[in-house]
């Protein structure tokens, strides 16, 4: 067939190396149009009308000057093909019907798109033709892009499903959007030996879809499925596209440095697929050179993905705030944005609208913007060119916060947005709008316009309100969800600003600074959610820079207001920015059983989902909104109830976001103490470097049956108070712990312990954020006292910490005698550290039936039994530490030889009491965290209290005061009491040399619970 071959020479040859430029397309178009007219077979003269009529109006560029025009007659040609095509050929129906989707949706006519969609199924579903019957294998006899029917029928089968469910959830029809993915994946298993690429993007989708629904499980089962496949598929193409599902699925947790290594890893993929394996992908500029050498030949295809990676590149820069904090990110930003401009150049439906966006926004960071007035009004400019809605609202934010304050064009364009979008979108514009107001009643105050201020301060007071109500959902059944936290705090700060405002210019005539410190405690779990969620340094620096001052502030409003609870409730949030020290810990660390590491992945994921509107069609979807809540929500209890049920009570009530305003240092009082007298002191280390202040909250009884006493206060910190640690300069150390009594120890606090005697000191709980390196101990009250002479000093990480660990109770006079332990184990090194072996005499002599063990199996053996946890016993461990990089994988040397870390004490049970008086027994972090380590792992699996160390602690001393402690832990002390005992007896062996050698007695410390 003659002209078939001209085909084939003309445009076949040409194909293979991927989708050609758009302008080669439409003269090939044409060409094949003219054919038509001129062809007398009337087979082939169909065939190149269809061909024609698809080619016609290839990739309209957004930013072309008839752009809408063009969608229209492509629209128009695509249905005009379709029409032709069917009942003629199968493949050419199907190849219509695959742009006609596209193009209905383009035009937002979702249910002729998914009609169209319905269409292709039922063709991909009938028999196959065979290349004898198939016209278009007529026609292109020859085309090397051409397979096999049964391969090319296969391969529709796939593209149908992902059509109608890309459609279905465009349009909210979620049920129909999952049936319809779980289908493609089906379809994609009959090519995954051939195609392998097209079953990892079916898993990736679902794996999205799920996600996008709050089905996290699944979602992260179908992501390790993906990459199962992927391993073993040996797929150039597959793994590009699992890498592609990683960085989505990061970029959906904010998890930025893994978006960022996973699409730098996919950049090197397809570099490498396009024979440029030389070029450095962390490199733009070589990049650039590398796409500008793919255009010239024509693989438009392989562009397109470039540029879509490049795009995440630079979003990645500017949404995780690193543009914004630094030069070189925002000069990376700028050249990734090039690279997917050049890219784009003859694809992309809003590559130059969303290009021109993120450019503004670089030109905004880098002060090179032009005036507010002109960088508001290009945004609305750009908000009217997005196809998109979720782009028109994004654009018309960024135009709010970043425009002229005042200007009544972006409020237009906002209210414009608003009257139309669904639910939560409402409420995110909601959040806009409230802060133009904010902003317009600055600028009225400013101009000295005190009536058009308060006016616009309330408007911004009332609509930040709506916002965060419609941030919230209760559904009918759970409890209420936070949609989106980020989104959610940004209308919180709104509303409390506006209010503060108002109350400073219009006085009592608006709610005054209680009012507007509920409203502040309102943003905390949603803040402990995204601490919690934080399991890289990455994260955790982004997310205290944005909320610290926040938390800082509140808190000192609570205590110039004298509201105790409240104070308590703000530090424990700040506390939570820990948790995902330990979340990620479980996470990843290679020696945690496969379970838990599974629990805490699924459990993070859970933490950090944000429920967003990603479609453009559809009524009212608050069902749907709710539906996504629920599901989210019963994951999150599942979840937690089974690391409750796994790890036991003090990791449910650590990592439950929820838990942040329910428990005050008066409710641990009354459960450590009941009626009887004791402290519980918390200290928070809060602000920058430069101004270092200290939230010093006390709750305290001085007397049997006393009522409870509060004392909340804010005291300025010296500046080398962060990082105490005598490692740099012991004896600098030493002189300034003298100065900090006052700064830590509140006046009423003094007072009462003064009141003490030895012989009837009081139990002092302490919880010292930012703090843990002080030996408390050893501060000075008098000339003749430290705190060690009148007081009995344990520390906890948080008060839900102290709280999770009473509910297992204290240990009784009889638990802790020798002869009612039912568990005694020891682990000693008596060879590297000599002078254990005194300290074994001692354990021995008074606890008699304790068991040496001296390798990891026999540890395993003895600890194996789930009854242990929490039971009365004792384990005592006196070997060398060495501690970890990340607050958590601390080590310690056995006899054997082997090294015990903090991950395999999460595979055993434990007893309420570790005597762990070796270095490296903490609870302190070189990064950033105060929660990780041996104490903590030892409480997740049943201790109450371990006596520890704060630093680095001479062997000898330690070996000495040890066998004090066992002696008191014998005649029936609680351990922080006996530690106590130890410590003031070995000191009073030698009072004049061993008191002022704090090194060698005060960094032993009691961890966990102080009890009588």
């Not at 879809?209 to 709050?214: C, D, E």
């Not at 969800?481 to 989104?487: A, G, H, Q, V």
């Not at 302190?924 to 792992?937: C, I, K, S, T, V």
């Amino acid at each position: 067939m003659a002209t078939g071959t001209l085909v084939h020479q003309d445009l076949a040859g040409r194909l293979p190396a991927g989708q050609p430029p758009k302008a080669m397309l439409r003269r090939s178009a044409e060409k094949l149009l003219a054919w038509a007219d001129s062809e007398t077979d009337a087979d082939a003269a169909r065939v190149w009308r269809i061909l024609g009529l698809l080619w016609r109006w290839s990739y309209p560029q957004h930013g072309d000057d008839n752009h809408d025009g063009e969608l229209r007659l492509s629209l128009e040609d695509t249905s005009k093909a379709a029409d032709l095509a069917e009942g003629f050929d199968e493949f050419l129906g199907l190849l219509a019907l695959v742009k006609l989707t596209v193009r209905h949706r383009d035009m937002f006519n979702s249910a002729d798109a998914l009609a169209a969609a319905d269409r292709m199924i039922n063709i991909a579903r009938g028999p196959v033709p065979t290349a004898e019957s198939s016209k278009l294998h007529q026609m292109l006899p020859d085309a090397s892009w051409m397979v096999e029917p049964g391969v090319l029928m296969a391969r529709f089968k796939v593209r149908s499903h992902q059509r109608a469910a890309a459609i279905a959830r465009f349009s909210r029809q979620y049920e129909r959007a999952v049936q319809e993915r779980d289908l493609q994946i089906v379809a994609a298993e009959q090519l995954s030996d051939v195609q392998p690429g097209l079953l990892a993007d079916a898993l990736g989708q679902r794996a999205s879809l799920a996600r996008s629904l709050g089905d996290v499980r699944s979602s992260l089962a179908l992501l390790a499925r993906q990459a199962d496949f992927t391993n073993n598929a040996h797929s150039n193409v597959a793994e590009s596209i699992a890498l592609r599902s990683i960085a989505a699925n990061a970029g959906f947790f904010a998890d930025w440095g893994e978006m960022r290594a996973a699409n730098l890893a996919r950049l090197a993929n397809r570099l490498s697929a396009g024979g440029h394996d030389g070029t450095n992908e962390r490199d733009p500029d070589q990049v650039r050179l590398a796409v500008e050498d793919i255009y010239a030949k024509n693989q438009q295809r392989l562009n397109t993905a470039i540029g879509n990676i490049a795009d995440d590149l630079a979003r990645n820069l500017l949404d995780s705030g690193a543009a914004a904090a630094s030069t070189d990110a925002a000069v990376e930003a700028r050249k990734w944005l090039d690279v997917a401009d050049a890219a784009w150049r003859d694809i992309a439906m809003n590559g130059k609208v969303a290009i021109s966006f993120r450019r503004l926004q670089l030109d905004v960071i880098e002060g090179r913007a032009p005036k507010p007035l002109d960088v508001g009004r290009t945004m609305v400019g750009l908000s009217r060119e997005w196809r998109r809605a979720v782009g028109q609202r994004r654009a018309a934010l960024e135009a709010g916060r970043c425009g002229s304050p005042g200007d009544h064009t972006v409020l237009e364009r906002l209210m414009e947005l608003r009257s139309s979008a669904p639910a939560l979108d409402a409420a995110h514009l909601d959040a806009g709008i409230a802060q133009w107001y904010l902003n317009a009643g600055d600028q009225h105050h400013e101009d000295a316009q005190k009536e058009q201020a308060i006016s616009a301060w309330t408007l911004a007071w009332r609509t930040a309100e709506s916002a965060a109500e419609g941030l919230v959902l209760t559904p009918s059944e759970g409890a209420p969800f936070i949609l989106d936290p980020k989104r959610y705090i940004e209308a919180i700060q709104t509303e409390v600003s506006a209010l503060e405002s108002l109350y400073e210019l219009g006085g009592k005539d608006f709610p005054g600074p209680r009012e507007a410190l509920s409203v502040r405690i309102r943003s905390l779990p949603a803040i402990a959610r995204l601490y919690s969620s934080s399991v890289s340094r990455e994260q955790r620096e982004l997310v205290t820079s944005r909320y610290s001052n926040w938390l800082n502030a509140t808190a000192e409003t609570a205590a110039n207001l004298g509201a105790p609870a409240e104070a308590d409730f703000v530090a424990e949030v700040a506390r939570r920015d820990l948790v995902g020290t330990v979340l990620s810990a479980l996470s990843n660390d290679a020696d945690i059983p496969e379970h838990l590491a599974a629990l805490a992945k699924q459990f993070t994921a859970t933490l950090k989902v944000a429920i967003s509107e990603v479609d453009d069609e559809g009524e009212d979807s608050k069902a749907d909104l709710e539906n996504r809540a629920v599901e989210v929500n019963s994951q999150m209890e599942e979840t937690l109830d089974v690391i409750g049920a796994v790890l036991g009570p003090v990791a449910q009530r650590l990592f439950d976001p929820t838990d942040v305003i329910k428990v005050t240092a008066e409710d641990v009082l009354n459960r450590l103490h009941g009626d009887e007298p004791g402290a519980v002191l918390s200290l928070w280390l809060t602000g920058p470097e430069k101004r270092r202040r200290i939230v010093r909250r006390l709750a305290y009884r001085t007397h049997q049956k006393s009522a409870a006493l509060n004392h909340i206060d804010v005291v300025d910190a010296p500046d080398w108070l962060a990082g105490f640690d005598p490692s740099i300069d012991s004896d600098l150390f030493n002189s300034r712990l003298e100065l900090l009594t006052t700064r830590l120890l509140p006046q009423p606090l003094l007072e009462f312990v003064l009141t003490r005697d030895p012989e009837n000191p009081v139990d002092i709980t302490i919880v010292p954020t930012g703090l843990l390196g002080i030996p408390f101990s050893a501060l000075a009250l008098d000339r003749q006292h430290l705190l060690l002479d009148l007081a009995s000093v344990t520390v906890v990480q948080s008060l839900n910490t102290a709280m999770a660990l009473s509910s297992a109770g204290v240990q009784t006079e009889e638990e802790t005698s020798p002869a009612k332990l039912p568990f005694a184990l020891a682990v000693f090194d008596t060879e590297e550290l000599t002078h254990t072996k005194a300290e074994m005499e001692e354990l021995i002599l008074h606890h008699p039936q304790i068991k040496e063990v001296k390798t990891l199996e026999e540890i395993g053996e003895a600890c194996g039994d789930a009854s242990l946890q929490g039971a009365a016993g004792l384990l005592a461990l006196a070997v060398h530490g060495l501690r970890g990089l990340d607050g958590w994988s601390q080590r310690k040397k056995l006899p054997s030889g082997q090294y015990l870390t903090t991950a395999h004490i999460l595979e055993w049970y434990f007893p309420k009491l570790i005597v762990a008086g070796s270095c490296n027994t903490d609870i302190r972090a070189n990064d950033l965290g105060e929660l990780g380590g041996f104490p903590m792992a030892f409480q997740l699996r049943g201790a109450a209290t371990i006596i520890g160390s704060l630093h680095a602690i001479p062997d000898e001393a330690t070996a000495q005061i040890m066998g004090l402690l066992y002696a008191s832990l014998a005649a029936g002390s609680p351990p922080s009491q006996a530690l106590r005992q130890a410590q003031r007896s070995w000191i009073a062996a030698d009072r004049e040399n061993r008191r002022s050698k704090i090194h060698r007695w005060s960094y032993l410390i009691a961890y966990g619970l102080a009890a009588r």
